[in-house]
């Protein structure tokens, strides 16, 4: 797939894609267009001072052009619905989700090269995409997989760091912490202190953000051995690709497992840039804060119960259900209990989102593997049911703009079913998955030169006073 010229062509793209099927024509379409190049750093050299250019020309052609008006409902909202910033690795539409460059995650399934025919795509691939707009072959995939095994080693003064916190903490905590620690790597830090013209700026944050990805889930997964398995460490193999030697490193080697944690990290890689994890990423990025510090802050952002951690509170809310009422619960049960916990104040975790307004793909792609793979599994069964229920209650409770289901809501049920039942443990699973986008989105915003982020803030009597002279 071609990488995206302009905004406009971005915009014709979109439009040419929602109003055609995946079909063999569109397929064809996008694989004429991949590469044979297994340097991934050098295409990217090639393709940045086209995409640098570009930006300029936006810039200079169109930069007074009005995207839209400011409301104060905006303001005092939390900037829903606001457009005030540039991500280019994917794009969020209310109505039919996620894309990756342009591709939608049926399409991406299609598309991106697997562990083995009619499997699940490897991260390695949606890694390549989001950095370089092209689809990968299976070639560069391996490649690109042997890139990061190379370059996974995690110093022994992470791990340091990691011990000197309370078994107890948090795992999001200990995950923050090691990435911090990782920061003493950082090849960004050490260029820029030797100095370096701003249009390098790009391949030092490409080496930490590779690095970075690469070594994410061995920190991960001494967490969870650290907290979870008495701190019996399984070690990496280097025959896997990156999803699979994740679960490994766990300790889940079910090639089930390994399909669903190649799915996990590929749909939960990257939501566009509004997002509190990759906006706070884009923020301390803007700083010229390297990869690691841009990181451990989205991580922090992550851990919040409104973001990341909602997938926590999805199994917990429903063993709590299943504790209540049991695995037989009826459809009038679950109505009830749903009931309960509205009225009590609290939402209905894994429902809801503050840009769709119709089911989340990464719901249903997830929804999908579990028919294929547990259909009969009592939490999946329940989690169908729930599909049923819940929608109809927040449409008839009237203050949700989406009653759909959002990512959170199935993959807990997923994990717990291959035997990764910690649920504090989840949003790590998460985090490491949004290194990817993350990391690639980094890149390009050193490469295009994106400047330091500075919105203006109001107060409330300023807001009084300009709607009283507006009026």
């Given at each position: 797939?071609?990488?995206?010229?302009?905004?406009?062509?971005?915009?014709?793209?979109?439009?040419?894609?929602?109003?055609?099927?995946?079909?063999?024509?569109?397929?064809?379409?996008?694989?004429?267009?991949?590469?044979?190049?297994?340097?991934?750093?050098?295409?990217?050299?090639?393709?940045?001072?086209?995409?640098?250019?570009?930006?300029?020309?936006?810039?200079?052609?169109?930069?007074?052009?009005?995207?839209?008006?400011?409301?104060?409902?905006?303001?005092?909202?939390?900037?829903r619905g606001m457009t005030g910033l540039l991500w280019e690795t994917s794009l969020l539409d209310p109505d039919e989700g996620?894309?990756?460059?342009?591709?939608?995650?049926?399409?991406?399934?299609?598309?991106?090269?697997?562990?083995?025919?009619?499997?699940?795509?490897?991260?390695?691939?949606?890694?390549?995409?989001?950095?370089?707009?092209?689809?990968?072959?299976?070639?560069?995939?391996?490649?690109?997989?042997?890139?990061?095994?190379?370059?996974?080693?995690?110093?022994?003064?992470?791990?340091?760091?990691?011990?000197?916190?309370?078994?107890?903490?948090?795992?999001?905590?200990?995950?923050?912490?090691?990435?911090?620690?990782?920061?003493?790597?950082?090849?960004?830090?050490?260029?820029?202190?030797?100095?370096?013209?701003?249009?390098?700026?790009?391949?030092?944050?490409?080496?930490?953000?590779?690095?970075?990805?690469?070594?994410?889930?061995?920190?991960?997964?001494?967490?969870?051995?650290?907290i979870y398995k008495d701190g019996q460490i399984i070690p990496a193999n280097s025959s896997l690709d990156y999803a699979a030697?994740?679960?490994?490193?766990?300790?889940?080697?079910?090639?089930?497992?390994?399909?669903?944690?190649?799915?996990?990290?590929?749909?939960?890689?990257?939501?566009?840039?509004?997002?509190?994890?990759?906006?706070?990423?884009?923020?301390?990025?803007?700083?010229?804060?390297?990869?690691?510090?841009?990181?451990?802050?989205?991580?922090?952002?992550?851990?919040?119960?409104?973001?990341?951690?909602?997938?926590?509170?999805?199994?917990?809310?429903?063993?709590?259900?299943?504790?209540?009422?049991?695995?037989?619960?009826?459809?009038?049960?679950?109505?009830?209990?749903?009931?309960?916990?509205?009225?009590?104040?609290?939402?209905?975790?894994?429902?809801?989102?503050?840009?769709?307004?119709?089911?989340?793909?990464?719901?249903?792609?997830?929804?999908?593997?579990?028919?294929?793979?547990?259909?009969?599994?009592?939490?999946?069964k329940l989690v169908s049911k729930l599909y049923e229920v819940v929608p109809p209650i927040l449409t008839e409770l009237g203050?949700?703009?989406?009653?759909?289901?959002?990512?959170?809501?199935?993959?807990?049920?997923?994990?717990?079913?291959?035997?990764?039942?910690?649920?504090?443990?989840?949003?790590?699973?998460?985090?490491?998955?949004?290194?990817?986008?993350?990391?690639?989105?980094?890149?390009?915003?050193?490469?295009?030169?994106?400047?330091?982020?500075?919105?203006?803030?109001?107060?409330?009597?300023?807001?009084?006073?300009?709607?009283?002279?507006?009026?």
């Amino acid at each position: 797939m071609v990488f995206f010229r302009s905004v406009a062509a971005l915009s014709k793209l979109r439009s040419r894609l929602a109003h055609q099927s995946t079909s063999l024509g569109s397929i064809r379409w996008l694989q004429v267009q991949s590469t044979s190049d297994l340097d991934l750093h050098a295409q990217l050299k090639d393709m940045i001072p086209e995409q640098q250019e570009c930006l300029k020309k936006l810039k200079a052609e169109h930069g007074k052009v009005q995207l839209g008006n400011i409301t104060v409902d905006m303001v005092i909202s939390g900037m829903r619905g606001m457009t005030g910033l540039l991500w280019e690795t994917s794009l969020l539409d209310p109505d039919e989700g996620i894309r990756f460059r342009g591709l939608s995650i049926p399409e991406c399934q299609k598309l991106l090269p697997a562990a083995s025919p009619g499997g699940e795509p490897l991260p390695e691939g949606l890694l390549w995409l989001l950095l370089t707009g092209k689809v990968p072959n299976k070639e560069q995939v391996n490649g690109l997989s042997a890139e990061l095994q190379s370059r996974a080693k995690v110093p022994e003064h992470v791990f340091r760091a990691i011990d000197a916190l309370p078994v107890t903490a948090h795992p999001m905590t200990q995950f923050a912490s090691g990435v911090m620690a990782l920061q003493v790597e950082s090849e960004f830090q050490k260029a820029y202190e030797k100095g370096m013209p701003k249009t390098k700026f790009w391949e030092p944050t490409y080496e930490d953000s590779m690095n970075l990805i690469a070594r994410l889930p061995t920190v991960a997964s001494y967490v969870y051995r650290r907290i979870y398995k008495d701190g019996q460490i399984i070690p990496a193999n280097s025959s896997l690709d990156y999803a699979a030697n994740f679960s490994h490193m766990l300790g889940f080697d079910d090639p089930k497992m390994l399909e669903l944690m190649r799915l996990y990290v590929t749909i939960h890689s990257d939501h566009e840039g509004g997002n509190v994890s990759a906006h706070t990423a884009h923020l301390v990025g803007s700083a010229l804060s390297d990869p690691y510090l841009s990181f451990a802050a989205a991580l922090n952002g992550l851990a919040g119960p409104l973001h990341g951690l909602a997938n926590q509170e999805v199994l917990l809310w429903i063993e709590s259900l299943v504790k209540e009422c049991g695995e037989d619960i009826t459809t009038d049960q679950l109505k009830d209990y749903v009931w309960k916990t509205l009225k009590s104040g609290k939402v209905v975790p894994g429902y809801g989102h503050g840009v769709l307004r119709k089911t989340d793909p990464r719901y249903t792609c997830q929804r999908e593997f579990a028919l294929k793979h547990l259909p009969d599994d009592p939490f999946f069964k329940l989690v169908s049911k729930l599909y049923e229920v819940v929608p109809p209650i927040l449409t008839e409770l009237g203050k949700v703009k989406n009653p759909w289901p959002n990512v959170d809501a199935h993959s807990g049920v997923l994990l717990k079913y291959f035997g990764l039942s910690e649920a504090r443990y989840f949003t790590v699973l998460f985090g490491v998955s949004r290194s990817i986008g993350i990391g690639s989105q980094l890149i390009w915003d050193r490469a295009l030169g994106l400047p330091l982020e500075r919105p203006k803030s109001v107060t409330m009597d300023w807001l009084r006073t300009y709607c009283t002279k507006a009026t």
